[in-house]
């Protein structure tokens, strides 16, 4: 069997945080590796844009493979994708101690700026530039509003579904997310969960509602999502929507649990725990004291 195809698999096994002190450059010879086999490079990118790994030569490998045209365009996609997870955290957590930031300021920057250049290239396969759209959201700009409209405007399933990823993390989209929340294609309602969850929008609780009653007939990505979500959109009544799945999963628990059954009763105690943290910060503000 291929080396490089068991050096990835070896450490898909594992959790991050347990790789070798050379998972680095195991992830990034694969990656750079042309003729190695197309999926493993695919999983090495996906790998290649985890914060255990990231740094500057990292997003400057895996930005040269997403705008190098010689190159598979699933393979362009995902390492452009792979370096959402930087620009997030960059974003959120700014550079006041940028040991801490995964990427330089400088190389933040100049992802931001090829990104968006990627995007005007009207020459760019349709799958890379819905996937540049995709990463670069992860830390908004002016230009993503009119960019996620257009997408979602667009009469092409998969562009419409770009945009509803997209409003994740673009705001000024509720009237679309609620839209979303009708669809019959569940990879769009998963978003649109997604999306209203991280907006905290109440006119969804409805959707959310009816998915978690009726949870065992739903897809259970989708169930998850609507777990997640749950405590944001409906605080008041969320106990007791997910306090039964809850309860039936921990009794399946003898039996072998599937990946996404493993992810749902992550999801549930996830969800639990924000709502604790929510309901403290309520008593917090009413026990504050006046002048």
């Not at 898909?12 to 990034?28: C, K, N, R, Y």
């Not at 259970?220 to 609507?226: E, Y």
Request: aromatic share 6%.
């Amino acid at each position: 069997m291929d080396k490089t195809r068991v050096d990835i698999a070896v450490l898909a096994g594992l959790d991050p945080w347990d790789w070798p002190e050379d998972a680095a450059d195991t992830i990034a010879a694969v990656v750079r590796d042309k003729n190695a086999d197309r999926d493993v490079r695919i999983m090495a990118c996906e790998m290649a844009g985890d914060l255990v790994v990231m740094n500057d030569d990292m997003a400057e490998m895996l930005l040269n493979v997403a705008a190098d045209e010689t190159e598979d365009e699933e393979v362009r996609g995902m390492a452009a994708v792979a370096l959402g997870a930087a620009l997030e955290y960059v974003d959120v957590e700014g550079f006041e101690e940028p040991e801490d930031a995964p990427i330089s300021e400088a190389m933040f920057e100049k992802i931001q700026k090829t990104l968006h250049d990627l995007y005007l290239d009207p020459k760019l396969p349709k799958l890379v530039r819905r996937r540049v759209l995709e990463a670069s959201v992860r830390a908004p700009q002016d230009w993503h509003e009119e960019a996620v409209a257009s997408a979602y405007a667009s009469k092409d399933a998969d562009w419409r579904l770009t945009a509803v990823f997209c409003m994740r993390w673009v705001s000024g989209f509720e009237k679309q997310i609620l839209e979303a929340l009708k669809s019959k294609d569940d990879t769009i309602r998963y978003e649109a969960v997604s999306a209203a969850g991280m907006w905290g929008i109440p006119e969804a609780a409805p959707v959310i509602r009816k998915i978690l009653r009726a949870w065992k007939d739903e897809d259970l990505a989708l169930v998850t999502a609507a777990v997640e979500a749950a405590p944001y959109v409906m605080q008041d009544e969320a106990q007791g929507l997910l306090f039964p799945i809850w309860e039936e999963m921990r009794r399946e628990q003898e039996d072998f649990l599937g990946e996404e059954e493993e992810e749902l009763l992550d999801a549930l105690e996830e969800a639990f725990t924000t709502l604790e943290g929510l309901s403290g910060l309520e008593e917090d503000d009413g026990d504050g004291a006046g002048l």
